[in-house]
């Protein structure tokens, strides 16, 4: 089986390539991806190489497939496993291993898996695991954007809040509480506010920060107050550089009570402090945010720990209940991914946007591997669409469904290319 895939020989180093897969072992499945979004976690890893925890050494002389938000159809399966799964089902892939205390995991240690990929392997560790799991909604990018969505439920899960009566502490997020999520309106932000209205535990109020108007208002049109009011929340987009008081603002919007659960969405030190300094009696901050700096390091209130409670926790990733709640929400239309895209390409975008993540505005690249498709924001789709009957019609299904990418649109991409 030939495939073509991106792939990591060292720090800055992606090759896009074809190369021929090895016939799989009985233990094993081979898959075809279908789609793949970009990840900052990818990014980073770029960046370290050899350095990062999860690369293999002999990168250089085997490189490692990226990408890790995939999805895509069973081709072929393994004689141990063909009791659980069937040529031609849809899949979403867990990535956070955890075999037998090793740090391995798809998109960054395995010469014959990832998502960047037309072809590759599932193995063994991802059998064993159930990490490769069923999807049966009908978009290949609502599984992808799974894994994400499973971080952003994972760190609601696993948020917690005490009472001074006993030691069971009450996991998730203070039901008809105060959710602050600082620096929101990236592409993780958006999907933490999506899950935010359909949590078990619905606060009663969730603000959300940034320090642009132009990601705000953007923000706004993807999820608006009146959208939030409808499901019984308060939802509150508020810019903390035109403030000169973050904190007194903030407060205010509680009746001075605090937030009971703080998350924290980027890695910034003054951020982190403001997020402690909002902590409500009991209250619980997640620092979500994971830095490329391994000396990171803020101040946080030592008295409000001791004497009210506060306490910090840090989440990264989610387990395969997050993953398997996050594929159902959105099979269901209950939450919705599509909030954090923002732009559409095929496979040979993805090394040069993994490459510049950084610097490319906007939220989350989604990627179709099957075929060649410059980067594309969607907010040009209808100014290039003037020249490119493809864009034009990916601009008209867009504009029907709130300026958001969605499964029709994916159908017209996949008809364009005869994929399916």
Same mark, same amino acid.
């Given at each position: ?21 090895? +016939? ?13 979004? &970009?990840?900052?976690? =990818? ?14 050494? #002999? ?20 004689? +141990? ?33 990832? $998502? ?7 193995? /063994? ?11 049966? $909604? ?18 609601? /899960? ?7 009566? %006993?030691? %069971? ?5 203070? +039901? ?71 904190? +007194? ?7 001075? /009570? $605090? ?8 890695? #910034? ?16 901050? #997640?620092?979500?945010? $994971?830095?490329?700096? #391994? ?16 306490? &910090? ?40 946007? =993994? ?22 924001? &969607? ?42």
């Amino acid at each position: 089986m030939r495939a073509k895939a991106v792939r990591m020989y060292g720090e800055d180093d992606l090759r896009l390539e074809e190369f021929e897969l090895p +016939k799989i072992k009985d233990d094993e499945i081979l898959v075809k991806i279908m789609s793949d979004s &970009i990840c900052m976690s =990818t990014y980073k890893l770029v960046k370290q190489g050899k350095k990062h925890k999860r690369a293999p050494q #002999n990168i250089d002389t085997n490189p490692v497939i990226i990408g890790h938000e995939c999805a895509g159809i069973i081709v072929e399966v393994g004689e +141990k496993w063909k009791d659980k799964y069937s040529v031609g089902d849809k899949f979403a892939l867990q990535p956070a291993l955890n075999y037998m205390g090793k740090l391995d995991s798809p998109g960054y240690s395995y010469e014959y898996c990832g $998502g960047a990929t037309t072809y590759c392997i599932m193995p /063994h560790e991802v059998m064993e695991l159930g990490c490769l799991l069923p999807f049966h $909604g009908e978009s290949f990018f609502e599984a992808s954007l799974a894994e994400p969505m499973s971080c952003i439920i994972g760190g609601y /899960h696993a948020n917690y809040h005490t009472n001074k009566q %006993n030691y %069971n502490h009450a996991m998730g997020t203070k +039901k008809d509480g105060n959710i602050i999520i600082l620096g929101g309106c990236g592409p993780m932000g958006m999907g933490a506010v999506s899950y935010g209205l359909y949590t078990e535990n619905k606060p009663k109020r969730i603000v959300v920060t940034d320090i642009s108007d132009a990601r705000i208002e953007d923000a706004k049109k993807k999820i608006s107050p009146e959208e939030a009011a409808q499901k019984g929340v308060e939802l509150l987009y508020i810019n903390t550089a035109s403030l000169e008081g973050p904190y +007194k603002t903030l407060m205010e919007l509680t009746n001075y /009570h $605090g937030y009971d659960d703080v998350f924290v969405y980027i890695p #910034n030190k003054s951020v982190v402090e403001l997020g402690d300094s909002l902590l409500a009696f009991d209250g619980c901050m #997640n620092f979500f945010a $994971g830095p490329s700096n #391994n000396d990171f390091t803020s101040e946080i209130n030592m008295y409000n720990v001791h004497y009210t409670s506060a306490h &910090i926790i840090g989440t990264t990733g989610g387990n395969n209940d997050d993953l398997m709640e996050a594929l159902e929400l959105a099979a269901k239309g209950k939450i919705r991914p599509a909030v954090m895209v923002t732009h559409i390409g095929g496979i040979d975008s993805i090394a040069d946007a =993994t490459l510049n993540l950084p610097s490319i505005p906007g939220g989350k690249k989604l990627t179709y591997t099957q075929f060649d498709m410059p980067l594309t924001a &969607i907010e040009d789709f209808e100014e290039l669409g003037k020249t490119n009957p493809l864009l034009k019609q990916l601009a008209e299904s867009v504009k029907r469904h709130n300026g958001l990418w969605n499964g029709e649109a994916e159908k017209i991409l996949f008809q364009h290319h005869g994929i399916i």
